[in-house]
């Protein structure tokens, strides 16, 4: 059984930063394409960043370049999102996701999600 746990959420400042992490069981970690997607209220689920399995090749949405990082540990099954600078529009649930097929940047090329968790920017 797959399963993905998000840990790291909270409130934080405009300019803050938080990390949050993504653990994993039930899957071969290693070979998995990983992904970051947020929800805000009210709005459509949206690709935050994906890390790929074997190169570790990285790729972000706009709106987040330059400010959040994804990487892995593969010896921890683990994937981290580095929040830097923190703005209020960035408040969100924040799921991890595992690829499945199709697009990389859509939440229907995962398969597997994580319940979330929850991040609050004040402005």
């Known amino acids: 059984q797959v399963q993905l746990v998000e840990s790291g959420g909270g409130v934080v400042q405009a300019g803050g930063s938080l990390r949050l992490s993504c653990g994993s069981s039930?899957?071969?970690?290693?070979?998995?394409?990983m992904a970051w997607f947020r929800q805000a209220p009210g709005k459509e689920r949206e690709f935050v960043a994906f890390i790929t399995s074997s190169t570790s090749r990285t790729y972000y949405a706009d709106s987040v370049k330059g400010r959040f990082t994804i990487s892995r540990d593969n010896a921890k099954n683990t994937v981290y999102l580095q929040m830097n600078s923190l703005k209020p529009e960035d408040t969100a649930v924040y799921y991890c996701?595992?690829?499945?097929?199709?697009?990389?940047?859509?939440?229907?090329?995962?398969?597997?999600w994580g319940q979330g968790t929850h991040v609050t920017v004040s402005s």
């Open positions: 039930g899957l071969t970690f290693s070979s998995s394409t």
């Open positions: 996701a595992r690829r499945a097929s199709g697009s990389a940047t859509s939440p229907n090329g995962y398969g597997y």
